[in-house]
């Protein structure tokens, strides 16, 4: 949408990727037209507190309007990108055709349900402000339901909650979900006991967190065992419903599965046509750009990048930022004539999890902790890294108020302005 | 859903009225069933900051069972009320149907669109959490809708922001979205000059805030000028559709209409076969019982009570409250075979609206204050009132963050996942 003569940089996504790529070219003289379909910044890690009502959605996101408004050469689009033009170097969104003359897809991924898409309405996936909304409201819907029904077996079903996936997303959610029953919601319910709730965390690997080490996966595993999460390993989810869930065989009546399992690049490879790998990520150069488009750049969860070892770059948070810094240097250097870097290569920042609030697991390259020092350095780290997320101090204030009084206020229903009636169960 | 043989209390509603009455009978021998259709009380005069995206939902609603966990004579249902069985003594909602000794109906109120209720979909009103994130929504789509136009008539016509009812949510609403458009959102656009919006402001009788008195209307009225908000005094909307609204013969394109004017109670007289003013209000006795039905009480929004100079008690939160502690009295009273207080008196605490950040009014019996001190007396006073929403230090240091900063963090269009596709705009 700009007029001037000046380098078009397109960048597709304000994500930890897109919004590096776009600060770290300030200054820069090019005209930066940044595209997201959400007004606002997520910032991921924090999400699953929105989900469990510990955090407010504006807690963990932030207007992307808001964050870039000082810097003169960026114009910030909301619109979603349906399509590359590489021929016409245009990029098409469902208003607009937008010329580039560089191009930085950073469109993140989604859920996969491993060619089970018709499971994603029983078993909503954690990736938006929106996703975090419903997912708290079918949480604390169980609970009311639960405890206005008159029939044993579906109250029983109600209080089952079954998160599937122990990565570190599920493994927050599933301690999260525990200490909500346990403590927060225990004097709140005359009919049920919500502390009987059934908590299980699903995972079809041999241990939880198989990211981390064996000897933090251990520790996580007998932290969420604590918490009263019930972890079933070896096991995959073979048939999800309204009504249940069935893991390795045996069938779990429910009507709260969350899904935390395996990751689906978003389509900038079709857009490209250019080869991925099966999460549908594109296989880029060394540099990070698409192979034969040395003017196209993919990063974050959308791209397969490999470190100096030969092993995938994992889809977190620092590794994103670094991608995008990284393209940056590259389009300023070639924009101004100069020797851009060769080949991107990634800082092992090391990798945190939390479960509940009193422990964490954090594995740097030199270091593994464990236990409630590491909770609170993962605390501090976040509430660090929140870059503009409204106050930091509010956000701070918030969690302080939250660990000593166990009150998770933002426990609302919304998005349905009235009671669901019977029918919606089926 | 209480079997025990206390006397069964069952109120309607926990909005200030109903929250009173069931915070009053703590420690009274008797079991109180507390039904909303949400599972939050509401701070209603805050949420105009919610619309106009300064607060979060969970700054101004707090969870309903969590206000009331410790009072052991309370049961929490969500459930939507549809009818009342005078005759067996039983309330009737969507679920069940619940056997009481004394009713509280306390359900509040809506807009009213005087017989054009097809202007609803296109005029929202603010009442609920959801009212308010839509609102957000709309308000900050037509900037952004603005911004993406190449249509000089469009652009003008999304600038335009018309707000009908100069009550004090009215004029709170437009002088707030006065300044978002003034202040907070002048430099996230690059195409469009957000400062150019009009922010129009319709009053069908001769002044604003009508209820106050005329000195402090028409110090309003220039706070509002001095904002920007253009004001049309004795002028009614007369259509209203998806494109513009006509007010007094004149047509104003626009695509964000808001309606703060006129009240409609809930069908509470319905229910009760009972007499009703024209905003259908129950017409109840000195002692705040409905006609012909001594246990029956209604209360708040939903009632027409008269002061003792013979006019209609405002539908503000004061009063609900004074109304909920006086019902309370009376069934604890009879409960206890103890004289009942006779008949209801109100004790007017005064009124108060303000204007943007930096001016409002105060109008107590003997006091009118308006101004920036009146500004800082509303806040702390709000604040002093905010019965348990999140931690009170979260909301102040959010305002004074807000207010040092001009940001308003919630800024978040939520609950639609994709850019609206313009035929939406129909």
Same mark, same amino acid.
């Given at each position: 949408m700009n007029t001037s003569n000046r380098t078009k940089v397109v960048i597709v996504g304000a994500g930890f990727g897109g919004l590096f790529a776009t600060r770290c070219l300030r200054g820069a003289d090019v005209d930066i037209t940044l595209i997201d379909r959400h007004n606002y910044h997520l910032f991921q890690p924090l999400l699953y507190q929105v989900a469990t009502a510990g955090l407010a959605p504006s807690d963990v996101a932030w207007p992307i309007r808001g964050i870039v408004r000082t810097q003169q050469n960026v114009t910030v689009v909301l619109g979603e990108v349906i399509g590359v033009d590489t021929d016409a170097r245009e990029i098409i969104t469902s208003d607009h055709r937008m010329r580039y003359d560089y191009l930085v897809l950073a469109s993140g991924a989604r859920h996969a349900y491993f060619g089970h898409e018709d499971w994603e309405p029983h078993a909503p996936g954690l990736k938006s402000i929106d996703d975090a909304t419903a997912i708290r409201r079918r949480i604390l819907m169980a609970f009311e339901r639960a405890e206005m029904t008159f029939d044993p077996a579906e109250r029983a079903r109600l209080l089952n909650f079954v998160v599937v996936g122990a990565g570190p997303t599920g493994v927050e959610l599933a301690g999260t979900i525990a200490e909500l029953a346990r403590r927060t919601l225990a004097a709140d319910f005359r009919r049920i006991d919500s502390r009987s709730a059934r908590i299980i965390l699903v995972e !079809?690997?041999?241990?939880?967190?198989?990211?981390?080490t064996e000897k933090l996966s251990t520790y996580a595993q007998r932290a969420l065992d604590e918490l009263g999460v019930e972890v079933m390993l070896g096991n995959a989810v073979t048939a999800c419903n309204a009504h249940s869930v069935t893991i390795g065989g045996s069938e779990i009546p429910t009507s709260t599965v969350l899904w935390a399992a395996g990751v689906a690049a978003s389509p900038a490879s079709v857009w490209l046509r250019a080869e991925s790998d099966r999460a549908g990520r594109v296989l880029v150069q !060394?540099?990070?750009?698409a192979p034969g488009h040395s003017d196209v750049f993919v990063i974050g969860d959308t791209a397969a990048v490999m470190d100096s070892a030969g092993d995938l770059v994992p889809g977190i948070a620092p590794a994103a930022k670094q991608q995008g810094r990284y393209v940056a240097r590259v389009i300023r250097a070639r924009v101004e004539g100069k020797l851009a870097p060769v080949a991107f290569r990634y800082r092992n920042l090391g990798k945190l999890a939390t479960i509940g609030r009193k422990s964490a697991v954090i594995e740097l390259p030199f270091l593994r902790l464990s236990g409630r020092l590491a909770w609170w350095l993962w605390g501090v780290a976040h509430i660090y890294f929140l870059i503009g997320v409204r106050s930091p101090i509010t956000v701070a204030s918030n969690w302080l108020w939250q660990y000593v009084t166990y009150a998770r206020g933002a426990r609302l229903i919304t998005g349905e302005s009235r009671v669901e009636s019977s029918a919606d169960k089926s």
């Open positions: !079809a690997g041999p241990r939880v967190l198989p990211a981390f !060394a540099d990070l750009s």
